[in-house]
């Protein structure tokens, strides 16, 4: 029997990040990984900090199984709109990080 796979949007997906109902982007698919929480060898805090967003990234810095590859596709259950989801602050937020840390760093030279 084959699940039908539907599309969420951006906003939609940021709504999906409870303990309950998480779900994460990779590459373009979303899955969901609430049931998984508690079987995830790095611990559930990994996938509670990426839920409701992009974490491609934060899963192609790990060297992933083949088993654990294989046991996405049994998570699948759709994929992004043609908008784009990102995990990326907006360009003038990067700069007023930087610049508070900045700030810290030379506060805290003195």
Known sequence: MTEKRREFSAAELATL???NNLHLLISGKVYD???????HPGGDLV????????ATKAFE?????????E???EL???????ERIT????????????????????HEDY
């Open 71 to 73: 046991l996405m596709e």
């Open 61 to 69: 810095d790990i060297q992933h199984t083949d088993d654990a590859k």
């Open 17 to 19: 990040s409870s303990r």
């Open 87 to 106: 995990t990326q602050e907006p360009k003038q937020i990067q700069i007023e990080r930087k610049t508070a840390i900045s700030r810290k760093k030379e």
């Open 33 to 39: 990984v609430h049931e998984f929480l508690h079987d």
């Open 76 to 82: 699948l259950v759709g994929y992004q709109t043609g």
């Open 47 to 54: 996938l509670l900090g990426e839920g409701g967003k992009d």
